[in-house]
């Protein structure tokens, strides 16, 4: 059983920062890519940030410049630093592992995290 759970979501005016974290638990053998995705009202999910696991990044051109994906050296926890945050970025925020898990070799699955809201007042 793997787990993924967001936090750092919350209200923010336009211009601010925020950072979200991703922790995954379970019975994990390894993650490669990770990523961010997002989703607004009567919009469809997008990607937002990817992070293979050879360490190559890539954004979405909305968020080119302004986000930044990092995780942390243990390898099980991903962030995403968001600056010069805009109304056009409010969203829920959801994370997405790839993971081998399980007895033995394990198999590979993608796993997702509830979400956490992320609201830009003007």
């Known amino acids: 059983q793997v787990e993924l759970v967001e936090s750092g979501g919350g209200l923010v005016q336009a211009g601010g920062s925020l950072t979200l974290s991703c922790t995954a638990s379970g019975s994990i053998t390894d993650i490669t890519a990770m990523s961010w995705y997002r989703q607004a009202p009567g919009n469809e999910r997008e990607l937002v940030a990817y992070a293979d696991g050879s360490g190559h990044i890539t954004y979405s051109e909305s968020v080119k410049g302004r986000f930044t994906i990092s995780r942390d050296n243990a390898g099980n926890t991903l962030y995403l630093q968001m600056d010069s945050l805009n109304p056009e970025d409010t969203a829920r925020y959801y994370c997405?592992?790839?993971?081998?898990?399980?007895?033995?070799?394990?198999?590979?699955?993608?796993?997702w995290g509830p979400g956490t809201q992320v609201t830009v007042s003007s």
């Open positions: 997405k592992f790839r993971v081998r898990s399980g007895p033995g070799w394990g198999i590979w699955n993608d796993y």
